[in-house]
């Protein structure tokens, strides 16, 4: 179950590489896997189904602060285990990227490269992992104090990080390093900071997160984090398994997967 609308679902790389993994361990074990969508206002069509036996187990995804669907979830007794950290008050076992870890390194790297005006573009404040992201790289510069960080925020897509680039760059013109949130949107500050005649890396570092096949591909080429996804679905689908036909035998505890920083020429 993807807890968004079907359009990003099928726009945005995470998505495809988290489902196709996913998809493989179903099929390795002879179990149907459907794909669902659901935004927090189509929650009550797609509960019933859910949560009265037509499925045997629910591997969740994209989950935001409050969503209907994840508190009736958490309720309702079936086989659940979420890819990435549910929201806050949300008791649901998951399996997570260690998304503060990964924003940590990324700000050593532009501290260690000299970058003093750095800035961010930071995902939707309702979903846990943009806020680990955010909350890993501002308490690494507040370690090193810098304290004033500028932040902006979009939804993951290029067109956000182009926007969010552009208002960046009237708040702090002499900006000298930026950290998006995701590799689309570091492709759009990219762009962005083309059109302001700012050159990358000589003028501004730019650092993504996710290494989607993008970052090898961007001119110049990207710095990002990256991120597990296919490991993560992976043992995430493992675990609803064991939580479906051994529930007895399921590891306590809630993985977390690390990340790692990958430079590249953006930087």
Known sequence: MICEHTQRMFSEPFYARLLSAADEVFTGYGMPFVVMTATSATSTIAAPPLVTGSFDGVLLAGARERHP???????????????????????????????????????????????????????????????????????????????DVPVAYGDFTHASGAHAMQWLLQRSPHLDAVFAASDPMAAGAMQALRRAGRRVPDDVAVIGFDDAPLARHTTPTLTTVRQPVEELAILTARMLLMSITNPDDVPHGNPILPTELVVREST
């Open 69 to 147: 669907l994840a508190v009736t979830l958490a309720a309702s007794g079936i086989a659940v285990r979420s890819a990435g950290r549910p929201p806050d008050g949300i008791d649901l076992p998951f399996v997570d990227m260690d998304n503060r870890d990964g924003a940590r390194q990324a700000a050593e790297h532009l501290l260690l490269t000299n970058r003093r005006a750095i800035t961010v573009i930071a995902g939707p404040p309702t979903l846990p992992g943009a806020r680990d992201r955010l909350d890993g790289f501002l308490r690494t510069l507040q370690a090193a104090g810098m304290t």
